[in-house]
């Protein structure tokens, strides 16, 4: 069992846990993942490590519930527990083998979305415990759902944006990256994407039109994450990857996003029916549209 | 008193019945039926049914006990060579072992061992004996990295010998291919797999599970820093294959080890469970060996139409007679020599179908079966809205690549000697699929039982 030592919600629909996982904590390095399960008929789900202290025992994980068993967290409160808790998965960010003096060469900026926010923490906090104080670009849809900014303020250039302009400024993490990169000189040897697909394969988009080498970091479908299933299998290249022992960081001018994108939509309407049936049990007879229980 | 030549016949489900259900298929000899089928031994003096077994199990010794109505006894003389009875009774090809040495089979059909084997491990079961745990411990801890048949059966051995052994798995439950691989209808998870593991437990194994050597821990931070003088890598061969051909990443199409793994481990077949699984209507396995029958069965109880393409014949099959008898008896359709080629998909990336080509059998290969060689311009196209790839598993490098001074060959399995498991690395040893590759579950015993053989000489040469 794995205690949850805090639980919040960082912002509407965003909660944040501290969990104690000592094996786990003593050996997270930034980019890794965990795999989590809450009770013997939940999922095993993939979720970023937001933060880990080795001193505590304690992983800080980050979610957005949306399917059947990230639901069942919300509810959760410190004190209780997850069944397992497993990891830490995935190769550690490439960042991480640099030395200190290759590290304090290298201009990085950070492009983070939505909750892929979270998994950029951790990177950016070993960056500035190394010396390396990285620009940073967050963007969300609307300002109640920014999170973490006084913790990425403390270790990196933060530049905030909001889709409707409700906070800071109006427009996409692309349109800044491209704002600081055309009309305020910034040069950048390595951008790091991390967020929504769609938005990984924007940022793509602009940094290969402006030239800059770029890191994503895949959150595909998983069952095991240490290679078993190859259910998170992707294209990178002509090669075809498992984001679980593979990455979950790839180049990003490689990656094939939109067979990627299809690959999520796969399990979209077995999830819903498992939901359905979660919420409405007995009562629910089809109309939905996807069980067939009213044909 | 039935045909002397024939084997009392085993009660099965109704065909028809279990295609629709996840009850296992076997029920199993009773008391009676066992003790006929065991007046059929022989008891040869020199028992080949013995040489054929790879833990070598007094085989006559067993079955004399059966028919004698000793089913304690029997269960005894059959845990002093095997941890898992209830497994293998069940899982072994015992028609290339101990069945197909027997030489009742040389005139007529051979003693039924297996299911002989399985009535004694589940009586002991329904009567509470358990395995004799060590009388004494030695104070000498183990670490065992797997907890399927290769780990239980080292693991379980070594404990008898008194060791201190913490079994390590990645996986939430223990049992490794037996959780994950083997579904339900062959080898049912409470009342067989999760009672071995008991048993194993019952001799003083610790199991930890949640934790990926190579990731949590290395193998030289259990050696250095937790205390373990000896290591048993028993970490199977995870990795699954795939044909690289055009259209395999559509939706649809899966690794036999997802579609097994959502199905069995995370029990996808049941409505009071999370994971989903897709619920095709007509399903492609490709491949012949255990698992493609697996996966096969498996979607034909899940309500499709499915079919088994393989490239080679029925008699190159690789899987268990018996697993092709009863995948054929449920209504699973077996199109042979043919080979798929590329599969179809429409134009949101879901498969359609998949394109084969027809195949003829040439000269034996480096495996002394017939080589498949493709017939030009045979192609035709099968309908399908699911795919499962069932060509075969690799050992994960996870270990290997983490582990400083253990060799591995081009295949990436871990270089161990047949003998004692022992590895290129001192203290390290090896055995099962992470060392053979994908092979059966009595081979991993067999190697587990050398592992501890190996490792008990090595710790006691240490501190004598």
Not at chain 1, 277 to 285: D, L, S, V, Y
Request: proline share 5%; glycine share 10%; aromatic share 6%.
């Amino acid at each position: 069992m794995y205690k949850i030592l805090r639980a919040e919600e960082l912002a509407s629909n965003i909660y944040l846990m501290d969990v104690e996982a000592p094996r786990v904590a003593s050996r997270c390095l930034p980019g890794q993942f965990v795999i989590v399960k809450l009770d013997e008929v939940s999922e095993r789900i993939p979720l970023t490590i937001c933060d880990y202290d080795p001193e505590k025992g304690t992983v800080t994980i980050v979610f957005q519930p949306i399917g059947v068993s990230t639901r069942k967290y919300v509810s959760l409160k410190a004190g209780d527990c997850f069944e397992d808790f497993v990891g830490p998965l995935g190769q550690p960010s490439e960042l991480t083998h640099l030395s200190p003096e290759e590290l304090k060469q290298k201009k990085i900026v950070f492009v983070g979305g939505g909750v892929g926010t979270a998994p950029v923490y951790p990177q950016l906090k070993w960056l500035h415990a190394h010396g390396v104080t990285p620009d940073c670009i967050i963007g969300a849809r609307t300002k109640d759902l920014i999170i973490l900014e006084e913790e990425m303020k403390a270790v990196s250039n933060l530049y905030l944006t909001t889709d409707d302009g409700s906070y800071v400024r109006k427009g996409m993490g692309t349109d800044v990256l491209r704002d600081l990169v055309q009309n305020q000189g910034k040069k950048y040897d390595l951008c790091v994407a991390i967020g929504p697909m769609i938005m990984m394969k924007f940022v793509c988009l602009l940094t290969k039109e402006l030239g800059i080498p770029t890191i994503v970091s895949m959150n595909p479908i998983m069952v095991d994450g240490t290679g078993m299933c190859g259910a998170c299998r992707l294209m990178v290249g002509d090669e075809v990857k498992f984001a679980c022992v593979d990455g979950p960081e790839f180049d990003g001018h490689k990656v094939d996003f939109d067979l990627a994108m299809k690959r999520q939509q796969m399990y979209k309407t077995e999830e819903g029916r498992a939901l359905l049936r979660a919420q409405e049990g007995e009562t629910h007879h089809g109309g939905c549209g996807n069980c067939g229980g009213d044909k | 008193m039935g045909d002397v030549l024939k084997k009392v016949p085993v009660r099965e489900q109704d065909p028809k019945v279990r295609a629709t259900n996840f009850d296992e298929v076997c029920l199993g000899y009773n008391q009676e039926e066992a003790q006929e089928e065991a007046v059929r031994c022989l008891n040869c003096k020199k028992a080949q049914c013995v040489i054929g077994c790879p833990v070598s199990i007094d085989i006559p010794a067993f079955i004399h006990e059966v028919k004698e109505g000793n089913f304690a006894e029997a269960y005894r003389v059959i845990s002093e060579s095997s941890a898992l009875p209830a497994v293998c009774g069940r899982v072994c090809p015992q028609e290339t072992q101990c069945e197909g040495k027997c030489i009742r089979g040389k005139k007529g059909e051979p003693v039924s061992i297996g299911k002989l084997e399985r009535f004694v491990a589940d009586w002991a079961k329904e009567n509470g004996i358990k395995p004799t745990p060590a009388a004494q411990k030695n104070g000498h801890k183990v670490a065992v990295i797997g907890s399927g048949p290769a780990g239980l059966t080292c693991a379980g051995d070594l404990a008898r010998m008194g060791y201190d052994v913490t079994i390590f798995e990645a996986l939430h439950k223990a049992g490794g291919v037996l959780v994950y691989g083997i579904p339900e209808f062959r080898l049912p998870k409470e009342k067989v797999v999760a009672a071995e593991v008991e048993n194993v437990k019952s001799l003083g194994v610790k199991i930890e599970t949640n934790v990926i050597i190579g990731k949590s821990v290395t193998i030289d931070e259990l050696l250095k820093d937790e205390g373990f003088e000896a290591v048993f890598i028993g970490s199977g061969a995870g990795l699954p294959m795939f044909m690289g051909i055009p259209g395999e990443q559509a939706n649809g199409v899966f690794s036999a080890n997802e579609y097994l793994t959502r199905n069995n481990l995370m029990k996808a077949f049941r409505d009071d469970y999370d994971t989903p699984i897709v619920h095709g209507k007509k399903v492609v396995v490709v491949g012949g060996g255990n698992v493609a029958m697996d996966a096969a069965r498996t979607a034909l109880r899940l309500g499709a139409e499915t079919h088994i393409v393989y490239r080679r014949s029925e008699a190159e099959l690789p899987a268990r007679a018996e697993e092709v008898h009863h995948a054929k008896e449920e209504g699973v359709i077996f199109d042979l020599l043919c080979n798929p080629v590329e599969i179809l998909a429409d134009e949101n990336s879901w498969v359609t179908g998949v394109r084969c080509i027809r195949m003829e059998l040439g000269e034996p290969d480096a495996s002394g079966r017939r080589r498949p060689v493709e017939i030009p311009g045979s192609e035709f196209e099968i309908e399908a809205d699911t795919v499962i790839m069932s060509l075969g598993t690799s050992p994960n490098p996870l270990i290997s690549s983490t582990t400083y001074g253990l060799d591995v060959n081009k295949r990436k399995c871990i270089v161990a000697d047949e003998e004692f498991g022992r590895t290129s690395k001192e203290g390290v040893y090896a055995g099962g699929d992470a060392v053979t590759g994908a092979a059966t579950v009595i081979l991993a015993m067999g190697a587990g039982k050398a592992g501890a053989r190996g490792i008990d000489e090595y710790i006691k040469s240490k501190n004598a």
